[in-house]
């Protein structure tokens, strides 16, 4: 066995050729489990996924995370296993017609075929129906990558039948090693440039990759030839070079997906908190990545009325200006709007207690159903209404000394129920007082 394969976990299995023309990031794709950086917890010595590969049993697999994570890389290790081929595809481009085509081949070989679907959340439901019988067969092995949450986006018998495997973002101390792997390798990365890049401009490069390999590699590649070209190719590599190279940094989001979500339920939570500063964080992300205006003033809205309430009866009509704001002005001017109803309503006091009085409301509704009106509230606009007692023993409240009218207003079959708990705490407090004395009152007529 050549000395340079006794590593390798698959030493049967022939290396993939490198390119010498493909970029930093193809020519670094790790050729070994050990290799790949940041994903240990996986793929590292002794886990599961190594364990069963290690025992010949690759089990149909999605590869779930962010991009430049190792999903690919990932997959590609797994075609190295004997007597494995891979078959890859793009859901972007491939449908019915590639699948099955993928299929027939795989029945035509004695090899196992792992058929790789890049971007598998990009299939639509009939396109997973067609692949789902082959997969349950054994003729292939699913290997799907995705950047979408897969219980959102891929079929459910499809999901029970793969493990899920989750993929998380490099930390700035993988990035790190990646970026150093690279400037080391003389044969596949940058190690005969002997470029040297110091800490603020290594620094740079990790904030720029967000977590991404391979927006890493692409930025040490770009920012390397910016610097070939300068007037000084043998000094260090500078920051500004690397910011000139990476441009606009561009933020993981989604509109409708799971980032989407996430990001919606820490602003709303942050809020609810009472931190200013993580609310203004998460709202600061959201706008940089290009969430519309009007979507965050609508969740300020309710907001306002679901968990400041009656605490503050002012957080309400402050929404509704912002968002009659944020429709005006537009971007990039609403976003002060914004920052301000966000301030003012994550440092309000809190109240919930209009909104559990309603859950509780629509909850003896749900029991009780369409339960007759008491005649003394009902409407009487005939005369032959009112001589069927519409409306009649019905006390004007504006008329009685203080303006209260005491006596029962639910149906009977309710009797005594109470929704409303006001807390004592802000514009609420004046409220449960008052309230309290009232039912006191309406107790004290029934009996």
């Known amino acids: 066995?050549?000395?340079?394969?006794?590593?390798?976990?698959?030493?049967?299995?022939?290396?993939?050729?490198?390119?010498?023309?493909?970029?930093?990031?193809?020519?670094?794709?790790?050729?070994?489990?050990?290799?790949?950086?940041?994903?240990?917890?996986?793929?590292?010595?002794?886990?599961?996924?190594?364990?069963?590969?290690?025992?010949?049993?690759?089990?149909?697999?999605?590869?779930?995370?962010?991009?430049?994570?190792?999903?690919?890389?990932?997959?590609?290790?797994?075609?190295?296993?004997?007597?494995?081929?891979?078959?890859?595809?793009?859901?972007?481009?491939?449908?019915?017609?590639?699948?099955?085509?993928?299929?027939?081949?795989?029945?035509?070989?004695?090899?196992?075929?792992?058929?790789?679907?890049?971007?598998?959340?990009r299939l639509n439901r009939a396109q997973q129906d067609v692949l789902l019988p082959h997969v349950e067969a054994g003729t292939v092995t699913l290997i799907g990558a995705t950047t979408e949450n897969p219980s959102f986006t891929v079929n459910a018998p499809l999901l029970s039948r793969s493990r899920v495997l989750t993929l998380v973002p490099l930390n700035a101390e993988a990035v790190v090693r990646v970026i150093e792997r690279a400037l080391s390798d003389e044969e596949k990365?940058?190690?005969?440039?002997?470029?040297?890049?110091?800490e603020e401009s290594l620094g740079?490069?990790?904030?720029?990759?967000?977590?991404?390999?391979?927006?890493?590699?692409?930025?040490?590649?770009?920012?390397?030839?910016?610097?070939?070209?300068?007037?000084?190719?043998?000094?260090?590599?500078?920051?500004?070079?690397?910011?000139?190279?990476?441009?606009?940094?561009?933020?993981?989001?989604?509109?409708?997906?799971?980032?989407?979500?996430?990001?919606?339920?820490?602003?709303?939570?942050?809020?609810?908190?009472?931190?200013?500063?993580?609310?203004?964080?998460?709202?600061?992300?959201?706008?940089?990545?290009g969430e519309e205006a009007l979507f965050l003033a609508r969740r300020l809205l309710i907001f306002a009325s679901e968990d400041v309430g009656n605490a503050d009866p002012w957080a309400l009509s402050l929404a509704t200006a912002t968002h009659q704001a944020v429709e005006r002005l537009g971007m990039p001017e609403c976003r002060i709007a914004l920052a301000?109803?966000?301030?003012?309503?994550?440092?309000?006091?809190?109240?919930?207690?209009?909104?559990?009085?309603?859950?509780?409301?629509?909850?003896?509704?749900?029991?009780?159903?369409?339960?007759?009106?008491?005649?003394?509230?009902?409407?009487?606009?005939?005369?032959?209404?009112k001589d069927l007692g519409y409306g009649a023993g019905y006390v004007y409240p504006h008329d009685a000394e203080d303006e209260f009218a005491p006596g029962d207003n639910l149906p009977e079959a309710i009797g005594d129920e109470r929704f409303y708990a006001p807390k004592e705490k802000g514009a609420e407090s004046a409220m449960a007082a008052r309230l309290a004395e009232w039912r006191r009152r309406r107790r004290a007529t029934d009996r």
């Open 1 to 121: 066995m050549p000395p340079d394969q006794t590593m390798d976990l698959f030493p049967t299995q022939p290396r993939r050729s490198v390119d010498p023309h493909a970029p930093l990031a193809d020519r670094m794709r790790p050729r070994a489990f050990d290799d790949m950086i940041g994903q240990e917890s996986l793929v590292g010595e002794g886990t599961a996924l190594r364990s069963m590969v290690e025992a010949g049993e690759i089990p149909s697999i999605i590869l779930w995370g962010p991009p430049g994570s190792g999903k690919t890389t990932l997959a590609w290790l797994l075609a190295e296993a004997p007597d494995t081929r891979i078959d890859a595809l793009s859901a972007v481009v491939a449908g019915v017609k590639e699948i099955r085509e993928a299929v027939d081949t795989a029945r035509r070989t004695r090899l196992r075929t792992l058929l790789f679907i890049d971007e598998i959340h």
């Open 189 to 198: 990365g940058l190690g005969k440039q002997a470029l040297v890049v110091g």
């Open 204 to 289: 740079a490069m990790v904030e720029f990759a967000d977590g991404d390999a391979r927006k890493a590699l692409g930025l040490l590649e770009a920012a390397a030839a910016i610097h070939q070209r300068g007037p000084s190719p043998q000094s260090p590599l500078a920051p500004e070079t690397v910011r000139e190279a990476a441009g606009r940094k561009l933020l993981l989001y989604d509109r409708d997906r799971e980032e989407h979500h996430n990001l919606v339920s820490a602003f709303i939570k942050s809020l609810r908190a009472s931190d200013p500063d993580a609310a203004l964080y998460y709202l600061a992300r959201m706008l940089a990545a």
């Open 340 to 385: 301000q109803a966000t301030t003012y309503l994550a440092c309000a006091i809190k109240s919930n207690a209009a909104y559990a009085a309603l859950g509780r409301a629509q909850a003896v509704v749900e029991r009780t159903g369409s339960l007759p009106v008491p005649m003394h509230l009902r409407n009487a606009p005939t005369q032959l209404m």
